[in-house]
């Protein structure tokens, strides 16, 4: 048995809880045929522990969670952990497998998103946005401009994302990038806030056309589809495959919008 498919079939028991998530989740810990533990973790995120929002439909974010792992693997950008639909301790919920990023021996989002000194952005990292420190000194926060973070800002674009945090982005111990927690996309209106706004007004790259172009041919019908359909509206599909077409026929990195807030709340 793979790590990758310890989600599905494991068995696991609670290990803690994240007391700064927004929503219920705990990380559980995976056990054998002998109950003892293998060492393998996932967060679980049970739907009964799913905050109230005003512009999501109520026990729906596990199953975007879900989906949005699909849409990642079935374009072939690979960049969310494998995320599954499970029953356990707190009920159903969506068990998406631990990335051990104490391992790679920095935090969440760490050397991906940063502030710096206004005048001291180094080479090879996009400005986001202008502000000031706590002391009122001029700051610019800046992400990596790295080819995996800008594709994973052409994922965030397909699902519509309304929740890309630095925090949500993570270098394994052998330096892969992976994104978590996509419980807030695949709305059917504009949502997105990222802190990945540094690639606005430039061409999407090759790589990721080529994933757009497979997602859409793989979302006109097949299993692919079927699997989606499951979890998300009839009007959420039509609007994924909307901004995949609109995509492909203008394949550029939209800017930002005047008409609403684009940034999530905290950056980090």
């Known amino acids: 048995m793979t790590a990758d498919d310890l989600p599905l079939t494991g068995d696991f028991e609670v290990e803690g809880v994240l007391t700064d998530a927004s929503n219920l989740t705990a990380r559980v810990l995976f056990t054998g045929a002998d109950g003892k533990p293998t060492g393998e973790r996932a967060l679980y995120k049970p739907i009964r522990g799913e905050a109230p929002l005003r512009d999501f439909p109520q026990g729906t974010l596990g199953h975007r969670e879900v989906a949005a792992y699909l849409i990642s693997t ?5 960049l969310i952990p494998r995320t599954v639909l499970r029953d356990g301790p707190l009920g159903p919920g969506s068990l998406q497998r631990w990335i ?14 940063e502030a710096f000194p206004a005048a001291a952005v180094p080479e090879g990292w996009l400005t986001v946005v202008h502000g000031e420190d706590g002391e009122g000194r001029p700051v610019v926060v800046a ?7 800008a594709s994973m800002a052409v994922l965030d674009l397909v699902l519509n994302n309304a929740d890309r945090k630095g925090a949500h982005l ?8 992976w994104g978590f927690d996509h419980g807030l996309t695949l709305h059917t209106e504009d949502k997105l806030r ?3 706004w540094g690639w606005a007004g430039r ?7 080529a994933r757009l172009e497979r997602l859409r041919t793989l979302l006109e019908s097949g299993s692919s589809r079927a699997a989606i359909e499951e979890l998300i509206s009839a009007e959420e599909l039509a609007a994924l495959q909307g901004r ?4 492909l026929a203008e394949p550029v990195y939209p800017e930002l919008p ?3 807030y684009p940034l999530p709340w905290p950056l980090w």
């Open 244 to 247: 995949v077409t609109r995509l």
């Open 258 to 260: 005047t008409d609403r």
């Open 194 to 196: 990222t802190a990945l």
């Open 100 to 113: 051990d990023w104490e391992a790679a021996g920095h935090q969440p989002g760490q050397s991906l998103l």
């Open 170 to 177: 993570v270098r394994d111990a052998d330096g892969r990038l």
């Open 74 to 78: 079935t374009g072939g950008w690979d």
């Open 203 to 209: 061409p999407v790259p090759a790589a990721d056309i």
């Open 143 to 149: 992400h990596r401009d790295a080819p995996d973070l």
